[in-house]
């Protein structure tokens, strides 16, 4: 089965910020990879899917990039509605649906 | 486009709770349902999927639910539903549904807001 890790855990960041997330597939995943943020309480909300595809009405201050087993979230411009949970997922046909851990975006 | 999970409560160890996920303003039989969980403070875990019609409305279970939870669809309702017996205490988590589509590259998309499971004595 295919694992994800996600670094850092936590990243510390302060509005205006540029942060970036990375995320590692234990195996080759091609450009199947999504990344999702999520508030306390909140459901997942689609960022990007396919390594780089920015979803609909997602601000293009966030971009994914990679492919293969690296690959990373950036955000140009930390928002204040940017402190949240990021995740990055992986779906197969044959294995299902894996998530990263998560990076907690917080305030420095 | 919106899912909406309903279900949830509070239930003892060892008991049975069907969960539910309606559905509106997409064609539901021409998409996949999976379900989801979120343990308390904890991160993102996939429960299994149901295939559209057109694809059999086949099922492919996590291992750590597998033969213990079923999903199934009614297509005539618009609805999903988890089934979960033999509940455990490790299994209180927020539950999420979300729409798929069948062998496609793009991810699980929209979600439910979820439902919150509660086991306990």
């Known amino acids: 089965d295919i694992k994800l890790t996600q670094s850092p855990s936590t990243l510390s960041a302060s509005i205006g910020d540029r942060v970036t997330i990375t995320c590692r597939a234990s195996?080759?995943?091609?450009?199947?990879l999504a990344w999702y943020h999520q508030k306390p309480g909140k459901a997942p909300n689609l960022l990007i899917y396919e390594a780089s595809t920015l979803e609909t009405r997602v601000p293009s201050r966030f971009s994914g990039s990679g492919s293969g087993t690296h690959f990373t979230l950036t955000i140009t411009s930390l928002q204040p509605d940017d402190f949240a949970t990021f995740y990055c997922q992986h779906h197969d046909d044959h294995s299902g649906i894996t998530f990263g851990p998560g990076t907690r975006v917080e305030t420095k | 486009e919106v899912l909406v999970e309903s279900g949830g409560g509070a239930v003892q160890p060892g008991r049975s709770l069907r969960l539910s996920c309606t559905t509106s303003g997409f064609v539901f039989d021409d998409y996949a349902v999976s379900w989801f969980r979120q343990a308390p403070g904890k991160g993102l875990e996939w429960l299994g999927s149901?295939?559209?019609?057109?694809?059999?409305?086949?099922?492919q279970y996590a291992a750590s639910v597998k033969g213990r939870f079923t999903i199934s669809r009614d297509d005539s309702k618009g609805i999903g539903y988890l089934q979960m017996n033999s509940l455990k205490t490790e299994d209180t988590a927020v539950y999420y549904c979300?729409?798929?589509?069948?062998?496609?590259?793009?991810?699980?998309?929209?979600w439910g807001q979820g439902t919150l499971v509660t086991v306990s004595s």
């Open positions: 979300s729409r798929d589509i069948d062998y496609s590259t793009y991810p699980s998309n929209p």
């Open positions: 149901i295939r559209s019609p057109t694809y059999g409305a086949t099922t």
């Open positions: 195996q080759s995943i091609g450009t199947t």
